[in-house]
C-alpha cells in the first residue's frame, strides 16, 4: 500500500540571533546551541537557503523540494534584502563598489542594490547587544543581493573598510522577468513563525 503524500508546508520564521539554521546541534559542545528545533515543531521541514548564526531575520522553510531548489540556487537570481549596521559611515567610494560587485578572496560578488539610511530603521534592540564604541558611530545599509555564498554580505562590508555589526533578512524575492514579488518580516517578532497566506502562496506560484 502505498503512502499518502505529506502536504507542502510553507513557514515563515524571523530566527533571532545565535540560533542555528538547522534542527540538530552536531558540536561536541558540553553547551548545545538553540536550533530551529526550540521555536518550530513541525516535521520534515527545512530551510531554505540559511543565516548565519550571529544573523537574524527572515527564514522560510518548507518540503517543498521543487520550490527550495529555485529559491536556493544562485543561479536563478532570486533577491535577498537585508538592514545591515555597520561601523562608521560608508563613503561614495564604498557604496560604489559594493554595488559594482568586488572581488572576496576568490570570487566576484554580483552587483548589488545599496542604499544608505538617512535615518536608523526602528528595531528592537539585540539580546545580546552589538559592542558599542563612543568614538565610533556607526550607520545603516539596505542591501538587496541575489546570490547567498557564505557570510557574503559581512565580507562584502568589511572589504569595502567598514565591518558588519548587525544583519537582518527583512524580504526573501520571488523574481520571474523583471516582476519581483517579496516576502516580507513585517508582522513577526523575533522567535515568531507562521505559515504562508494563500495570497503569499500564489506569489511564489506565479513566480517560479
Keep these: 500500500m502505498s503512502q499518502k503524500k505529506q502536504p507542502y508546508r510553507y513557514i515563515l520564521f524571523n530566527k533571532p540571533y545565535g540560533v542555528l539554521c538547522q534542527f540538530t546541534d552536531n558540536s561536541s559542545s558540553d553547551n548545545p546551541r538553540l536550533t530551529l528545533k526550540d521555536y518550530i515543531k513541525v516535521k520534515d521541514v527545512y530551510p531554505v537557503g540559511r ?11 518548507t518540503n517543498d523540494g521543487l520550490l527550495k531548489h529555485r529559491l536556493s540556487h544562485r543561479k536563478f537570481a532570486h533577491p535577498r534584502t537585508y538592514l545591515v549596521q555597520v561601523e562608521r559611515i560608508p563613503d561614495d567610494t564604498a557604496l560604489t563598489r559594493l554595488r559594482q560587485g568586488l572581488l572576496i578572496k576568490d570570487y566576484q560578488t554580483r552587483p548589488a542594490k545599496v542604499k544608505l539610511l538617512e535615518h536608523p530603521p ?4 539585540r539580546d545580546p547587544p552589538i559592542r558599542y564604541r563612543k568614538t565610533v558611530p556607526t550607520s545603516w545599509l539596505e542591501m538587496t543581493l541575489t546570490e547567498g555564498r557564505n557570510r557574503q ?56
Design 153 to 208: 554580505v559581512r565580507r562584502m562590508t568589511a572589504a569595502v573598510g567598514y565591518p558588519t555589526l548587525r544583519l537582518i533578512r527583512i524580504a526573501i524575492g520571488v523574481q520571474k522577468g523583471q516582476q519581483i514579488r517579496n516576502l516580507r518580516l513585517e508582522g513577526l517578532n523575533s522567535g515568531e513563525w507562521r505559515e504562508l497566506s494563500h495570497s503569499e502562496l500564489q506569489k511564489i506560484n506565479s513566480s517560479i
Design 51 to 61: 543565516l548565519d548564526l550571529d544573523s537574524e531575520g527572515l527564514l522560510l522553510l
Design 122 to 125: 526602528s528595531l528592537p534592540s
